[in-house]
């Protein structure tokens, strides 16, 4: 008796370790249409988390896959209050602020004024999940659609 229940509680902590390895491997993400074209961001995909003089600040940042970090995203987010779900983001809001900076090739662009929204779907003290959408300007005009993040805080 006393050896089956030995063998059920090994095998419970193998269960319930293997549970929390599967959910590490789950991969940050950052997708978008970038000007029509389907775009990842996934690669170094993550996010920051700061409070700076009672402004609570994300940032979701990645390098676009495949352009040897030559071209990244960077995702701002900042409010008087905590950043919370259901909310959403705008860039001409000076309590809930978002803003999108795309960098082509070393070259900036930068979120154009009254365009860019970000809407947390979910935010916990482990990730972040939402979506955005505007335009950038900068030596070019880009317009980014069906933008989507689920990543997780350093």
Avoid: R
Wanted: glycine residues 8%; charged residues 10%; contains cysteine.
């Amino acid at each position: 008796m006393k050896k089956n229940i030995y063998i059920s509680f090994i095998f419970l902590i193998f269960i319930f370790s293997s549970c929390s390895k599967v959910n590490n491997l789950i991969s940050s993400t950052i997708t978008a249409d970038l000007d029509g074209t389907s775009v990842k961001f996934n690669d170094d995909a993550a996010a920051t988390s700061t409070t700076v003089s009672g402004i609570h600040i994300i940032t979701i940042s990645g390098n676009q896959t495949g352009s040897s970090g030559a071209s990244f995203i960077n995702i701002e987010i900042s409010s008087n209050d905590p950043i919370s779900n259901g909310a959403s983001y705008t860039d001409t809001s000076a309590t809930h602020h978002a803003s999108i900076e795309y960098t082509e090739n070393g070259v900036d662009n930068i979120d154009a004024d009254g365009i860019t929204k970000v809407t947390i779907l979910s935010v916990s003290s482990s990730s972040i999940q939402g979506t955005f959408g505007g335009s950038v300007s900068g030596t070019s005009t880009h317009s980014f659609a069906n933008g989507a993040f689920n990543v997780k805080f350093e």
